[in-house]
C-alpha cells in the first residue's frame, strides 16, 4: 500500500507570513497533485506536477515535485484569510490516475487576519 | 463545475438498513470514483468504474458494491449500512488526460445510527 505523509497536520498563521506544506512518500509516483478543500465542498485541483524536479507556480502559490517523484512542497508567500483551507496532496500510479489517486491527511491550514 | 451532481446530500439512516448514493455526471467522462473522507484517514478510494458495466475495488470496498448501467450515473450501495460507515462520501470524475486531475462533487454526509 503506498502512503503520502503530509506535514505539518495544522497550521495557523499571521497574514503575510510564508509557510511550507510537505507531502513525502517512499514510493515513485507517476504525477503529484495538490487539492484545496473548503467546509462543506469536495476538494478542487490546484496543480499537476509531473517531471522530477519540476516546479510550477501559481500566483502566490508555490509547487515542487522532488528529483525521485517521491515527494513534493507547496510554498506559500504572503498568506492570506483567502488561502485558508484543507490542503490535500495526492498521487498517481499511472495515466495521471486512471485507477485512483493515492491521498494524504491532508494539512488544515488557517490565516488569521 | 464540471456537471457532477450528488444526491442527497444528506442522509441519515439506521444500522442495517441498505443505502444507495447517486453521482450523476452530464460531460460523458469514462471514469469515475467514489471515496470516503474521514478524520484522521483522509480521502480513501472505495470503488471506481472505467466504463459502462466496468468496476473495480478500491482500498476500502468491504461492505459497499457499485453499479454503473449509464455512463452518467455511477451509484454506490451499503448492502447493510454500519456505524463505521458513517462518513462523508465524495463522487469523482477524470478526464483521462495526464494533467487533469480529478474534478470532485459536492459530497454526500452520511450518517448511520
Known amino acids: 500500500t503506498q502512503l503520502l505523509e503530509q506535514s505539518p497536520q495544522f497550521l495557523s498563521i499571521q497574514e503575510g507570513e510564508n509557510l511550507t506544506v510537505y507531502c513525502n512518500s517512499s514510493?515513485?509516483?507517476?504525477?503529484l497533485q495538490w487539492y484545496r478543500q473548503e467546509p462543506g465542498e469536495g476538494p478542487v485541483l490546484l496543480v499537476t506536477v509531473v517531471t522530477g524536479g519540476e516546479v510550477k507556480k501559481l500566483k502566490r502559490l508555490t509547487f515542487q515535485f522532488g528529483d525521485a517523484r517521491k515527494d513534493s512542497s507547496l510554498h506559500i508567500t504572503a498568506a492570506q484569510p483567502g488561502d485558508t483551507g484543507l490542503y490535500l496532496c495526492a498521487g498517481a500510479n499511472s495515466g495521471g490516475g486512471a485507477d485512483g489517486l493515492t491521498f494524504g491527511k491532508g494539512t488544515h491550514l488557517i490565516i488569521q487576519p | 463545475d464540471a456537471g457532477i451532481t450528488q444526491s442527497p446530500r444528506h442522509k441519515v439512516t439506521e444500522t442495517g438498513t441498505p443505502v444507495t448514493l447517486r453521482c450523476h455526471q452530464t460531460e460523458n467522462h469514462r471514469y469515475m470514483y467514489w471515496y470516503r473522507q474521514d478524520p484522521g484517514h483522509g480521502l480513501r478510494l472505495i470503488h471506481y468504474?472505467?466504463?459502462?458495466?466496468?468496476?473495480d475495488k478500491g482500498e476500502v470496498s468491504d461492505g459497499y458494491s457499485v453499479s454503473r448501467s449509464k455512463t452518467e450515473d455511477f451509484l454506490l450501495t451499503l448492502e447493510s449500512a454500519t456505524s463505521s460507515q458513517t462518513s462523508v462520501y465524495f463522487c469523482?470524475?477524470?478526464?483521462?488526460?495526464?494533467?487533469?486531475?480529478?474534478?470532485f462533487g459536492s459530497g454526500t454526509r452520511l450518517t448511520v445510527v
Open positions: 469523482a470524475i477524470f478526464k483521462g488526460q495526464g494533467t487533469s486531475g480529478y474534478t
Open positions: 514510493s515513485v509516483f507517476s504525477s
Open positions: 468504474s472505467y466504463g459502462v458495466k466496468d468496476t
